[in-house]
């Protein structure tokens, strides 16, 4: 569990990071909820504690996402530096897709693996 620890609190610093550091423009900010964040890192921490090592590790993105953002709106609001036309976002934002990526990449292999092990035990 410990590396997963590390993995997470690497990418709040990085985020936490550039997020002072980037310029974001006024309309880049936006408030956040605590409501919304308290759901999602809910979702992480099971996904985390997952034995899958692929899943806890999406999980383990997922949570570092989270948590990024959640310390930003302790701080007010959270900034969004990256832009692309009138879509801003930040590297939390990207966390949490990259760690929902992984854990649904990861379950389709869980069930293919369990599917395989049924077919060797005769299941039709």
Do not use: E
Not at 43 to 62: D, K, N, Q, S
Not at 63 to 68: K, S, T
């Amino acid at each position: 569990m410990k590396p997963y620890a590390l993995i997470c609190v690497a990418l709040v610093t990085a985020d936490q990071l550039l997020k002072q550091l980037l310029p974001t423009p006024y309309w880049g900010w936006h408030p956040g909820g605590y409501s919304w964040y308290g759901l999602t890192v809910g979702f992480a921490a099971v996904a985390v504690l997952v034995a899958y090592p692929p899943i806890r590790l999406g999980g383990t993105i997922m949570l570092a996402g989270m948590v990024g953002n959640v310390v930003s709106v302790a701080h007010g609001a959270v900034a969004n530096p990256f832009l692309i036309g009138s879509l801003a976002f930040n590297l939390a934002d990207l966390m949490l897709l990259t760690g929902f990526l992984v854990i649904c990449g990861s379950a389709m292999g869980i069930a293919r693996d369990i599917r395989a092990r049924g077919l060797a035990r005769g299941w039709k």
